[in-house]
C-alpha cells in the first residue's frame, strides 16, 4: 500500500465528478465528508460478493473480510488487494489519524485503525457506505 498521495489513474475535473456522482456522495468521496454512523445502506450487509469504489468501479474489498466493528460504518480487515487503496495521514482534526483512498482514482473511502483484535490483521478499514457499491456473486 502506499503512503503518499498520488497519481491516479482515473482523472476528472470536479464538474465530471458532480455528473457521476449524487450530492452526498459527492462530499464523501471527493471532499472526504464522513456520514453520520449507523446511516449507510452498507452497514447491515451480509451477502457473498464485492465492495467497489462508488466513484470509478474499482474492486476495493471482499465481503468475506467484512465484520460487524460496532462502530456505525461497514468495516473490513484488509483490502481485496494491498494496491487498491491509498494510505495517507490526515490530521484534519487534530489528531494523526490513516485516511484510506482508493488507489485508481483517489477518492475519500474512510479511515484505518489498528484496534480489531478479533480479526486476522488486527486492522479495521472503517469506510463510509456512500463510497462503495456492493456486487453479490452470481449464484
Known amino acids: ?41 452498507l452497514l447491515d450487509e451480509s451477502r457473498s460478493g464485492v465492495y467497489t469504489c462508488a466513484a470509478c468501479d474499482a474492486e476495493l474489498f471482499r465481503s468475506g473480510t467484512k465484520f460487524d466493528a460496532g462502530c456505525g460504518w461497514p468495516s473490513f480487515y484488509e483490502s481485496i488487494d494491498p494496491n487498491a487503496v491509498e494510505l495517507v495521514t490526515d490530521t484534519s482534526l487534530g489528531t494523526v489519524r490513516t485516511e484510506v483512498r482508493c488507489a485508481a482514482c483517489g477518492s475519500h473511502l474512510g479511515h484505518v485503525f489498528d484496534d480489531a483484535p478479533q480479526t486476522p490483521t488486527g486492522e479495521r478499514f472503517c469506510m463510509n457506505s456512500l463510497s462503495l457499491t456492493f456486487a453479490e456473486d452470481e449464484k
Open 1 to 41: 500500500m502506499t503512503t503518499t498521495p498520488g497519481t491516479y489513474k482515473i482523472t476528472k475535473t470536479d464538474s465530471e465528478w458532480r455528473e457521476r456522482l449524487d450530492a452526498d456522495q459527492f462530499a464523501v468521496l471527493r471532499q472526504a465528508a464522513t456520514e453520520r454512523p449507523w446511516s449507510g445502506a
